[in-house]
C-alpha cells in the first residue's frame, strides 16, 4: 500500500490527531474527540465491515501464492470382483492400493498472471480500508460538530427566550398602566410563543444529533467538549486549490484504486489468454498394491514415479476466447472508471 498513500495523504490517526487539534484547550478535550474516534472504530458497522473485506482479501491473496507451491495428496482404492465362468467356476480378486501423488509447477503462465493480480488486489483492498477509516473520521467529526452547533443554537433560541419574556413583561405592565395597547401585548406574546416552539424545534434537533453521533460511536454522546473562546483556525496550506487539485489527481485514494483497478483488468486479459499456453508440471507418485485371488495367492507390489507432465490445450469449445472478451470489456469499463 505504499505506492498507494505515501506522499500527501494523511494517516488515519493522523487524521484524527488534526480534528482533536480543533477542540483542545487541553489534552482531555483532545483525547475525547480521539475516544469517539476510536470507539467508532469498534463498532461502526460499515468500517468493520470494510475491515472484514480488508482482512479477507490478504488470504485470497495467499490462496493465489499457493497455486506456485508443490501440492500432495493421498489417495487409496479397494476393489473386489468375482467372475463366474461358462463351466460353472468362478474366479475373484481383491484389490487394495495406497499412495501420495505431489505435483509441483515448472511452467503456467496462467499461474502467475493470477498470483500479480491477486497482490494487485490486496493493493486495491487495503486502499479501500484507509478510505473507510478516513470516511469514519469525516462522518464522527460531522456528527460531533454537528451536535456543538445544536447546542449553541438552543443556547441562542432561550438567550432570545429570556429577552422576550422580559420584553412580554415590560409589554404587560405598560398596558396595565395604560401606556402601550393590547396589540403591543399581543404582538409580544406571539413573539414569546413563536420562541417557546423554537425551543421545542431546537431541544428535538439536538436530540437527533445526540443520537446521530451515539450510533456512531455506540454508547451516549453527552458532556461534549467545545470549542475553546478565541480559537483561530489556520488556513489551508497550500492555499492555491489547483494544488489541490493536482495533488487529488495523483495521490487521492478513489483515483489510486481505479488506477490499481485498471491494472487488474488488464492481468485478468493476459490470465484468459494463457489458457491457450501449454502448462508444464513434476509430478511423483508413491505408493503399494496389494491383490489377492480366491486360491489365496496374493501379490504384493511398491511403485514410485517421478516425471514431467505436459499439457497443451488443444479447444475449448470457444469458451478461452469468449472469456478473453469479456476480459476487455471489463477493461473498457475500468479505464472508463479511472
Not at 468375482?82 to 487394495?96: D, F, L, M
Amino acid at each position: 500500500m505504499s505506492s498507494l498513500s505515501q506522499r500527501f495523504l494523511p494517516s488515519p490517526l493522523r487524521c484524527a490527531s488534526l480534528l482533536a487539534l480543533l477542540l483542545a484547550s487541553g489534552a482531555l478535550q483532545a483525547q475525547n474527540l480521539n475516544a469517539l474516534y476510536e470507539a467508532a472504530r469498534a463498532y461502526d458497522a460499515t468500517y468493520l465491515s470494510a475491515r472484514s473485506l480488508a482482512e479477507s482479501a490478504a488470504f485470497k491473496a495467499a490462496q493465489a501464492d499457493a497455486l506456485r507451491l508443490p501440492s500432495a495428496s493421498l489417495t487409496g482404492s479397494a476393489t473386489a470382483a468375482e467372475i463366474h465362468t461358462v463351466t460353472g467356476a468362478s474366479v475373484g480378486n481383491r484389490n487394495a492400493t495406497v499412495g501420495v501423488q505431489g505435483r509441483h509447477p515448472l511452467f503456467n503462465r496462467g499461474n502467475s498472471a493470477t498470483l500479480e493480480q491477486a497482490r494487485r488486489a490486496l493493493d486495491v483492498s487495503k486502499a479501500d480500508l484507509e478510505a473507510a477509516e478516513q470516511d469514519l473520521i469525516v462522518r464522527v467529526a460531522q456528527a460531533y460538530f454537528d451536535v456543538l452547533a445544536a447546542q449553541d443554537s438552543l443556547a441562542t433560541i432561550r438567550a432570545q427566550k429570556r429577552a422576550i419574556s422580559e420584553q412580554l413583561a415590560s409589554a404587560k405592565r405598560n398596558f396595565e398602566v395604560g401606556t402601550a395597547t393590547i396589540t403591543d401585548q399581543q404582538e409580544a406574546q406571539s413573539r414569546f410563543d413563536l420562541t417557546v416552539a423554537q425551543e421545542f424545534v431546537a431541544i428535538n434537533d439536538l436530540a437527533v444529533k445526540r443520537a446521530a453521533l451515539s450510533q456512531l460511536v455506540g454508547k451516549p454522546a453527552s458532556d461534549l467538549q467545545v470549542l475553546r473562546k478565541g480559537l483561530t483556525l489556520a488556513p489551508p496550506a497550500p492555499d492555491v486549490e489547483r494544488d489541490w487539485t493536482d495533488n487529488a489527481r495523483q495521490n487521492s485514494l478513489l483515483v489510486q484504486q481505479a488506477k490499481v483497478g485498471v491494472e487488474v483488468a488488464r492481468r485478468e486479459i493476459d490470465k484468459q489468454r494463457y489458457g491457450h499456453r501449454p502448462t508444464v508440471d513434476l509430478v511423483s507418485t508413491i505408493g503399494q498394491s496389494r491383490s489377492a485371488a480366491v486360491n489365496f495367492i496374493g501379490l504384493v507390489s511398491n511403485a514410485a514415479t517421478l516425471g514431467v507432465q505436459v499439457a497443451i490445450p488443444l479447444y475449448s469449445g470457444g469458451a478461452i476466447d469468449a472469456r478473453v472478451r469479456e476480459a476487455a470489456s471489463l477493461r473498457n469499463k475500468a479505464e472508463s472508471d479511472l
